[in-house]
């Protein structure tokens, strides 16, 4: 059973909940490795500096995670500093269904990164599972074209996990898609 699963149900109201599932994150994120997540931020920081783009990629929740952390760094990092090119593929929806009709779901990533990707550009791939095929491919392609991939994984971290150049992985039991 998923740790949110056990949670819900041996809790009896909101307030139990809650801090249960506080409890439980707390464990999660205790477990993280640091040392990955410095690496990420390092990552991130020298891509701005050396005026690379970085692309963020996901699907469903992910998705929506990938869309908010390019806009974080893109505008709300703004001030006298210099901006990061950070951009979300999973936002036109006119792209991606138009790619989905005409070359599958699982090119939707690809074929935008052969339109923009630049050597040394970034690819953020945002992925619970480690496993959805357009995730794999768009890592696949950065790579077979002098991009720098990161990994963002749960679970068992997935075949993602196994591929790109760096990963963050947050280990979960598979379906507990809340601390991810």
Avoid at 42 to 58: H, P, S, T, V
Avoid at 71 to 91: C, E, Q, V, Y
């Amino acid at each position: 059973m998923k740790n949110i699963e056990m949670i819900y149900e041996n809790t009896r109201n909101p307030t139990e909940y809650i801090a249960s599932y506080l409890t439980h994150l707390t464990q999660v994120l205790a477990e993280l490795d640091h040392s990955t997540i410095a690496k990420f931020i390092e990552l991130l920081l020298q891509a701005r500096e050396a005026r690379k783009n970085i692309y963020f990629i996901g699907n469903g929740g992910s998705a929506a995670t990938a869309s908010h952390f390019a806009n974080d760094l893109a505008i709300g990092t703004r001030s006298k500093i210099l901006p990061f090119r950070a951009m979300s593929l999973t936002d036109n929806t006119s792209v991606i269904t138009a790619i989905g009709n005409d070359f599958g779901y699982e090119q939707v990533f690809v074929k935008q990164l052969e339109a923009c990707l630049g050597s040394g550009d970034l690819l953020v791939a945002i992925s619970a599972s480690g496993n959805s095929p357009n995730i794999l491919k768009a890592v696949e392609y950065t790579k077979e074209n002098n991009g720098i991939t990161i990994g963002l994984t749960g679970f068992d971290g997935g075949e993602l996990k196994k591929i790109v150049d760096h990963v963050l992985h947050v280990p979960t039991v598979k379906g507990d898609y809340g601390p991810v």
